[in-house]
């Protein structure tokens, strides 16, 4: 079962490859429900059975799934058939509950376990963690205090500085900036919302690393002659190639999955021009098609065969709440 929606070329990409390999899969899109779709948790058998209605697919027994993709799931449609607010919330918080017990009663391994996913997404986590594994990480400051941040740019010097977003969204995205003098007279708004402050890593490249299961795929992302902090604005310019992440990298990244309990993850790191790897953060359900084109690897092939034939670790295991 892959939780998703039909708009993720992701999530098709990898159904498309388990249907070539006859390996039956079901997208399911919460936003379907309620309108296209209805949720049923049966308990008068002899064991409990989760099953949905969809107008096109028909009734399926999600018992069955013999393993989860996490992707990109989707918030219940609730807004257009409920007018007041009480009531919208209400229904909300009954969908929560239906939609959670679901996913307690799928005993299946899942890429990755819910609770690890939800864990590992905190970068303040992920940023206190991996130094601790071996990995170096930047100087970060997260904060919404205006005062705090000043502080921060005067120490390390204002050309030394960027900062970006927690998490994007469908609706809101920036790329990492470098902080200007201009910025400095918007600081007094952080009281709206935080910010992550970091120093600035001069890098030749930058690094994406996808793991799946026990496999790192790592790929270079040219950095050099370019002004655009962020690769994600380069990367219809910027040269890219498969590289091989070296031992203590590669080793302190893979413990940092199994701290959280990872199967999947899209890891970033900066290269800097002494050769040093510096970590950045680690996305749980990272895009990787980009690294399939980029680097010639066969991660959608990886991904499709833990579905198939998932090999979960101990350290998932525990976590999968």
């Known amino acids: 079962m892959v939780l998703s929606h039909p708009g993720d070329l992701h999530a098709t990409t990898v159904i498309g490859r388990l249907t070539e390999w006859g390996v039956p899969s079901f997208l399911l899109d919460l936003s379907d429900l309620p309108g296209r779709e209805t949720l049923t ?8 059975v989760v099953r949905v209605r969809h107008q096109e697919a028909g009734i399926v027994d999600l018992t069955d799934a013999r393993s989860v993709w996490w992707r990109r799931p989707q918030l219940v449609a609730v807004d257009a058939a409920v007018a007041d607010p009480d009531a919208r919330g209400f229904c909300y918080g009954e969908w929560h509950e239906a939609i959670h017990g679901m996913y307690a009663l799928l005993g299946c391994p899942w890429l990755n376990p819910l609770v690890a996913d939800q864990l590992a997404s905190h970068k303040a986590l992920q940023l206190a963690v991996a130094p601790t594994l071996g990995l170096r990480t930047p100087r970060t400051l997260m904060t919404s205090d205006g005062a705090e941040a000043r502080a921060f740019a005067e120490q390390w010097g204002i050309d030394n500085v960027v900062y970006k977003i927690f998490a994007a969204t469908y609706q809101v995205w920036r790329e990492t900036r470098r902080l200007t003098v201009a910025d400095l007279a918007q600081l007094d708004r952080l009281h709206l919302a935080p910010v992550i ?87 749980p359900a990272g895009e990787f098609l980009f690294c399939e084109y980029g680097a010639g690897y066969p991660i959608t092939d990886a991904v499709a065969g833990w579905l198939a034939n998932p090999v979960v670790p101990s350290s998932a295991l525990s976590r999968s709440g």
């Open 197 to 283: 402050f970091q120093e600035y890593v001069p890098g030749v490249a930058d690094i994406r690393v996808t793991v799946v299961g026990d496999d790192l795929f790592a790929m270079a992302i040219d950095g050099r002659d370019s002004p655009d902090i962020d690769f994600r604005l380069r990367m219809r310019t910027a040269g890219t190639s498969a590289v091989r992440l070296p031992d203590e990298v590669a080793s302190g990244l893979r413990a940092l999955m199994a701290h959280f309990g990872l199967v999947y993850g899209g890891a970033d790191f900066r290269l800097t021009p002494d050769g040093e790897y510096v970590f950045l953060e680690v996305n």
């Open 41 to 48: 948790i049966d308990h008068t058998g002899d064991r409990p």
